[in-house]
């Protein structure tokens, strides 16, 4: 097994450090435009962050069965060296730009990933908004371990990626030089992942690189100040409804189904799809779940 660092646990000093300063400068330079922080919704965000990390912790265990499993069975074996390493990192990269993309897409998907885009205010604690249910993203991962990277390697490689989007959430940083916007994901295209105008939404998927937005047509520049949240909003601080209201309403939406095609469009489509008139076609609206992450 690979001797990798858990960046995350090295990176929880910063994460603080980072937090404190972005609150004392609203104190001392306030900016009536900038969503700023709300005393409430920060401590959900954070209390949705650390128990994600018992959550993620129950998940792993049969994640990583299934994961050595697939690393066993595959003949293949990358190696962690100083030259792997970095196109581990891009490849996850380009498997996470796939996952976000889907749980964005596909509603029963979106219900684990709207946790993230539930707080009307974008702020570094934004980040730590975390969901309580990612058995969701595990499938997107395995070409990885079948092509013989160990399960160690790409849990580093998806806690670099983490901690790499911590920085992005944040309106206190404008657009930086156009060779890094042009290149990375940056605050200025993460504020428009999570911004819930009709333009925005369903953009910017890109974890630590923005050229697969690019390359696949989801990338949208900012041009306009961005209304954080969802395109309807749930008004709850509550941390249990947080994580589950989505949940709670594709329940609701397949009991009131009059058929089985509504009742799988209603769990396998994108969020707010409506069944036409007709019961044939159908179409997609926003609605609570159409804000982009």
């Known amino acids: 097994m690979p001797n990798l660092p858990d960046v995350v646990l090295w990176s929880i000093p910063a994460f603080v450090l980072l937090t404190v300063l972005e609150m ?14 709300e005393a409430k919704d920060a401590a959900t965000s954070v209390g ?6 018992v959550f993620d912790a129950l998940w792993k265990i049969p994640i990583v069965a299934i994961y050595a499993a697939v690393y066993e069975l595959t003949p ?32 029963i998907l979106w219900a684990c990933h709207v946790v993230h885009h539930s707080s009307r205010k974008f702020n570094l604690t934004t980040a730590l908004r975390q969901p309580w249910t990612t058995w969701t993203v ?16 790409l849990a580093f490689c998806s806690s670099a990626n983490l901690v790499y989007q911590f920085w992005v959430h944040t309106e206190r940083i404008d657009k930086l030089p156009r060779p890094f916007e042009y290149v990375l994901n940056t605050p200025s295209h993460h504020r428009v992942h ?64 009059r058929s089985w095609r ?30 982009a992450a």
């Open 76 to 107: 293949l074996r990358i190696p962690v060296l100083w030259w792997t390493l970095p196109l581990m990192l891009l490849a996850q990269d380009f498997f996470y730009y796939w996952s976000h993309r889907g749980h964005h897409v596909i509603r």
């Open 24 to 37: 004392v400068s609203y104190r001392l330079h306030p900016d009536e435009d900038a969503a700023g922080y």
């Open 194 to 257: 999570h911004a819930s105008q009709g333009g925005y939404l369903d953009r910017n998927f890109g974890g630590i690189l923005i050229v697969w937005d690019r390359l696949f047509g989801s990338f949208v520049p900012e041009t306009e100040r961005p209304v954080f949240g969802l395109t309807k909003n749930i008004d709850t601080f509550n941390p249990l409804r947080v994580a589950t209201h989505e949940y709670a309403a594709i329940a609701r939406d397949v009991r009131a189904a």
């Open 262 to 291: 509504e009742r799988a469009g209603r769990v396998f489509r994108g969020p707010g799809w409506q069944p036409a008139p007709d019961g044939d076609a159908a179409s997609r609206v926003p609605d609570a779940g159409a804000s």
């Open 138 to 153: 595990w499938p997107f991962y395995l070409p990885m371990i079948a092509l013989g990277v160990h399960p160690a390697a």
């Open 48 to 53: 949705m962050g650390l128990g994600s990390l």
